[in-house]
């Protein structure tokens, strides 16, 4: 089976399309751990602001599958449009950030919509540039940040 940190948002009817989401994805695969909900502003945009959180799954997918056949299927079912904006309001956006180990987006440690939800299911990810984990990371970031837990995600 493959191990897969995958980060979750949204800012359109967040607190009902995300859990639709997380239900959906519970019929196939298997959700294994759940962050809290964190409520973060838009990057790079003038947009409304985003509740985000970061689940891990497992899953007999593999990376380009679990991607391209999984993820942005659902992403498309419940209701997201892409346009030239990559950063545009969407009712879901689904991306792979670790994939059985392997980092897929150094964004990570960068962006408080990924640093504070994963920062609570793998605190002691090390950031590869300045060998800083993600808690510390948070901790770096939480006097300048508007990023704020929201409450525990259920689905």
């Known amino acids: 089976m493959n191990l897969a940190y995958i980060g979750v948002g949204s800012n359109i009817e967040p607190e009902k399309n995300i859990p639709a989401t997380l239900q959906r994805l519970s019929r196939i695969v298997k959700i294994v751990a759940v962050s809290s909900l964190w409520h973060t502003v838009a990057v790079d945009t003038i947009s409304p602001s985003f509740l985000n959180a970061v689940i891990l799954i497992e899953t007999k997918f593999n990376l ?9 299927c659902l992403e498309d079912e419940m209701g997201r449009i892409r346009t030239s904006d990559k950063n545009a309001p969407r009712p879901i956006d689904l991306d792979i950030l670790i994939f059985n180990h392997e980092l897929q987006d150094a964004q990570i440690f960068l962006y408080d919509h990924l640093i504070y939800p994963l920062a609570e299911l793998l605190p002691d990810l090390t950031d590869p540039t300045n060998e800083k984990t993600l808690i510390e990371i948070s901790q770096d970031h939480a006097s300048s940040t508007k990023a704020y837990r929201v409450s525990n995600l259920t689905y």
Not at 64 to 72: F, M, P, V
């Open 64 to 72: 380009h599958d679990l991607k391209e056949d999984i993820l942005c």
